[in-house]
């Protein structure tokens, strides 16, 4: 099955928006064994999407269109899909977290399936319908590319590629990619064979490889964030965490209760942005502040023992540093991030020295925190 | 002048790279005044790469592509390039930080210039070679595109487009997007004239229409967060703002901390997952919680009237609320949302229902809470 994606929208030709959907719809339809072709962009002109998705209809199976199907004069995608499918039935496909129905529409042995561009409505629509209406289509023994995801975290890219080794050595006609993200790396192993079983037992034996030489980095299979796996090893142990947020200024949080059920481990936390929440909400020494700075090993330690304390919870997190772009020092230069994790047995600290960028020192903030707590829960 | 973009990559097409390149480009040529009409992706293959670029500048004035330009065997652009061109000329384009350098050709009418694909190597040599040579070509005179965004917010946008009316009354040659987000909705204004002078005037005018309209809808004009425009009023009127957080468990201290320099009107907050944060760090009576709940209008006042008190800040936003896909009842469905806002003078209260996903749910919170503390200073 060969794929065509076709992005609608003026905003992505003025370079207003990433096209993050297209990425996206890209991986998951790669995953699935189905061959990417193409992936273009038109605006909201009803000519230009017209034309474009009768010429991706003579180069690919399914054409998949996102955007332009909203309320407004400027969602011109369902008259052009209207357009197209003439005499033809279309069908449509429901969407469960916005207003605008998705499209479906089969003409001249081509499938169109048409989206909403609001990432979260189409990815729900792509997840629940589009994708499984997909994967049927595929045959069981066709000679497709089959991909599995394999997560680390607790190395950078380069140590881990160190520790795996060469990967002539072991990979033979199948591939292994390293995605790196800022809780860890992806590793994504393809394969291919004439059919799912032969696909199936060459991912096993390809990942029964990597296993064996990286483990001890691995926290799971598959499309699981490490946060989740944290928050099912606590709820396994019975037991809960708490978070002191300085330089990110909530995101730990948000990301422990992006995992749906978090309450039953999650107990919650303290902002403390300025230094006087240090002092009044989570028992920082004036001291500490003074001698040492709201960005030391002491006030991080301080800050995850005070929430652990505070909030009656097994672990407590503490992070504080210079996000950026100013507040940095010769000795304390931007990027620099203390992140302490306390527990029943002791308390940790370590130093951090990220880049220049503030979005991604608060990303890798949150990233290097989970990977500290995941060390002491395996 | 009318630009074709070409991103040329099997990397694009499985998947594991966002095309931020061409988002960028397509900023940088619509700010020159090039129209951007369709921006496409293909694979490293030699033929699929020569005959996109054919069909391109059949369409375009100008092809730029990325990518395809480095050493390794799966780099086929320069191959194409040198296909295309024939008897005509291919000049070279320096290349200040890497080492492969880009490619010019001029043929049948149309010019097509090969850029590499690492972002920092292309941006430079757009920026030093390719956006200043588009720009000569550029007549002060000529007849291009111009756009300018006004955000708004507190207001959906269907209701939107019925305050701004029929559009056909005011827009004459000019166009008009509606590009809704979670914190409101992006108009985004376009108009063409045949100068610098004329488009900005015919701006101008459609801007204040919008405003005569929807003026008290508005936050900001050009790329400003709400998160943003709320610090910035704060930081006017010398206040300062706290968050008790339950449903969206840090995401709004996230959101207010991503703007930078918020130290100056962020003070912090009580992430409050569990009722015994509620009740211990933000004072939330054990009556409320037992008679009213942890999601209803009683709870969300206290937890904001808590913050503001415990903080001592000017202004303290509670958040309570079901974000799903667990625990909503007949009473208090999934995407139940309360927001309180309590300030010098008043507390005030409301609830929102929202959808079902639990993401959109906490991202629309945030919006939510942004969007009332605005209401209170403006």
Redesign the interface.
């Known amino acids: 099955v060969k794929a065509a994606l076709l992005?609608i929208g003026?905003?992505?030709?003025?370079?207003?928006?990433?096209?993050?959907n297209?990425?996206?719809?890209?991986?998951?339809?790669?995953e699935l064994g189905i061959?990417?072709?193409?992936?273009?962009?038109?605006?909201?002109g009803i000519d230009?999407i017209v034309e474009?998705i009768r010429r991706l209809m003579t180069l690919a199976d399914v054409v998949i269109t996102t955007g332009g199907l909203?309320?407004?004069?400027?969602d011109l995608t369902d008259e052009a899909i209207l357009a197209l499918a003439g005499a033809s039935t279309v069908s449509p496909l429901p969407n469960?977290?916005?207003t605008a129905p998705g499209m479906l529409c089969e003409r001249e042995g081509a499938m169109v399936i048409a989206m909403p561009g609001?990432p979260?409505e189409m990815k729900?629509m792509a997840e629940e319908v589009v994708l499984p209406m997909l994967s049927e289509r595929i045959e069981e023994d066709e000679d497709v590319w089959q991909y599995r995801v394999v997560q680390t975290t607790a190395i950078g890219e380069s140590k881990l590629a160190g520790v795996i080794g060469p990967v002539s050595d072991f990979l033979g006609t199948s591939t292994l990619?390293f995605?790196p993200n800022y809780h860890g790396v992806r590793l994504r192993v393809g394969a291919r064979g004439a059919s799912r079983e032969v696909r199936q037992h060459e991912l096993q034996r390809v990942i029964a490889e990597i296993k064996s030489r990286a483990g001890k980095y691995i926290y799971a299979e598959g499309e699981t964030s490490l946060a989740e796996t944290v928050g099912r090893l606590l709820k396994i142990r019975g037991e809960t965490v708490a978070?002191a947020?300085s330089?990110?200024?909530?995101?730990?949080?948000?990301a422990?209760?992006?995992v749906?059920?978090?309450?039953a481990w999650?107990?919650?936390?303290?902002?403390?942005?300025?230094n006087?929440?240090k002092e009044?909400?989570l028992g920082v020494s004036h001291d500490v502040l003074q001698t040492h700075g709201a960005v030391s090993e002491e006030a991080a330690r301080a800050m995850a023992e005070g929430v652990r304390h505070?909030?009656?919870s097994t672990w407590g997190i503490g992070i504080t540093g210079v996000?950026?772009?100013?507040g940095g020092t010769e000795e304390k230069p931007v990027g620099t991030v203390w992140i302490s994790v306390s527990g029943p047995r002791e308390t940790m600290v370590r130093r951090f020295t990220f880049g220049t960028d503030?979005?991604s020192n608060?990303a890798r903030s949150v990233g290097a925190a989970l990977a500290m707590l995941w060390k002491q829960l395996v």
Chains 1, 2 share one sequence.
């Not at 003026?10 to 993050?20: I, K, S």
């Not at 061959?35 to 909201?44: I, Y």
């Not at 996000?323 to 100013?326: C, S, Y």
């Open positions: 992005s003026d905003e992505l030709l003025v370079g207003q928006v990433v096209n993050t297209a990425t996206w719809l890209a991986s998951k339809c790669t061959t990417v072709l193409t992936v273009s962009t038109v605006g909201d230009m474009e909203g309320p407004t004069h400027d469960n977290v916005g609001v979260i729900r990619a995605l978070v947020e330089c990110t200024g909530g995101l730990l949080g948000g422990f209760t992006d749906a059920g978090s309450s999650f107990e919650g936390g303290i902002i403390s942005y300025s006087a929440v009044n909400e505070r909030l009656s996000a950026g772009p100013d503030r979005t608060r």
